[in-house]
């Protein structure tokens, strides 16, 4: 059974404080993503990842910074944690081969900064 | 740059009526694939259906159809015979041609089955 694993699924910081979300997964996909969820904005992708040490910005980088030391774990940091960044943050990874498409999600952690 | 727009916020369907959920997308790309995914209030996303611009048919996946109409870019997501687990989230979503694209969502259309 194929599974993408979260840290945490709820997470409690205080404004300022330095925040590492980690992510699991044990498919051996090649491309892992981070995505956060707010409500009316639907999902935005914040940084991916289709190779070890490999990294790219997504749509809404700022204030992040991602960690792909091995293939199967790709981390979010949050160098300094604001309040505008309390939200839902998905972890989600994929095989990088032509016609194998569906991603697979983490439960999410919900992060509040308080 | 690649676009996914979802019009409609929430719907309230009866229960054992068909749905259609709506979704245009705008890409330059000449090969791309479309999903939809589908999130419960328990908050895990799940994969329904997945269409290929090149595919000939429509993908079917038991009560899920994609519409899919090319040359108005939209991949409406039809459910048959919906019930009250379909109540959830619907977020359509498309990436490029290339094995290393990322994924792209809409805003997510929240649907309400009434019993």
């Known amino acids: 059974d194929v599974k993408v694993t979260q840290s945490s699924r709820y997470l409690v910081k205080r404004t300022g404080e330095k925040v590492f979300l980690e992510c699991v997964q044990d498919?051996?996909?090649?491309?892992m993503f981070w995505y956060r969820q707010d409500p009316g904005l639907g999902l935005r992708l914040i940084y991916f990842?289709?190779?070890?040490?490999?990294?790219e910005k997504g749509d809404i980088p700022e204030g992040y910074s991602v960690s792909r030391e091995k293939k199967e774990r790709f981390s979010l940091i949050l160098e300094s944690a604001s309040t505008n960044q309390t939200s839902m943050y998905l972890c989600a990874s994929r095989a990088g081969v032509l016609g194998d498409n569906e991603q697979f999600f983490g439960p999410g952690t919900r992060l509040t900064v308080l | 740059a690649q676009k996914i727009t979802q019009t409609q916020p929430g719907m309230f369907v009866q229960e054992k009526e068909a749905v259609t959920l709506d979704c245009t997308y705008d890409t330059s790309d000449p090969s791309y694939g479309l999903f939809w995914y589908k999130q419960p209030s328990s908050g895990e996303m799940i994969f329904l259906i997945y269409q290929g611009s090149y595919d000939q048919q429509n993908a079917t996946e038991g009560r899920y159809s994609l519409n899919f109409q090319k040359a108005r870019k939209s991949a409406n997501l039809v459910i048959s015979a919906s019930q009250l687990g379909d109540s959830a989230m619907y977020f359509c979503a498309m990436m490029g041609e290339n094995r290393d694209d990322k994924i792209i969502f809409g805003k997510g259309t929240r649907l309400h089955i009434l019993p």
């Open positions: 990842s289709y190779d070890v040490k490999m990294k």
């Open positions: 498919m051996d996909h090649e491309n």
